[in-house]
């Protein structure tokens, strides 16, 4: 179903029509490809049950995955909005955002220091980007930028790539129902980040 590298904005989107936990059993086996058991053992369920969830996950979502079309002008404020808070250490704007399932997914490849499970629900998500953000996660360049086509964040430092956000709206497009963030190394070399700026 996923033809990119990446997972799209249109991807995300459609994940908002899933529970959490549809959403992370989706995600770590359709963006990752994790086999079953490995699931089981992170979400900390049978493998029978991921095998379901999985299931039921997929039917609630169409075949076609790139057709969803997203409230550009404000994933723009919201790209704006994380690049301030990012800077200035102050979440809170940010945080009220977001939905209270928000997931939020990290994808490092097990080769750059991430979360490794989904972190699911608004205080587990905003305690995680303060967390990180205390930490310097987000120091460098931060720019809104296209990624594969669509509106993202791109994190650099020293000129080179070391983070890509994307975020997918709820199904009213306005507030943050997922945050997809790749800092995996070998998917960065293939996202197609072109050099449009958003001012």
Known sequence: MIKDETVSYAFLVLLGQLSPVERAVFVL????????????????????????????????????????TENTEHVDFLAKTFIEASMTGDFEDFIDILTEDVVLVNDGGGRVISAIYPIVNKQRVSAYLKGVSARGSFHGGLFPVMVNSQKGILQTRDGHPVRVICFALDSKQKNIQSIYIVSNPEKLNHIAVSAYRID
């Open 29 to 68: 086996r359709e963006a990752f490809s994790y086999h079953y058991g490995d699931i089981a053992m992170l979400l900390e369920k049978t493998e029978a049950n991921c095998r379901k969830i999985y299931s039921r996950a997929k039917q609630k979502l169409p075949n076609d995955l790139h057709g969803h």
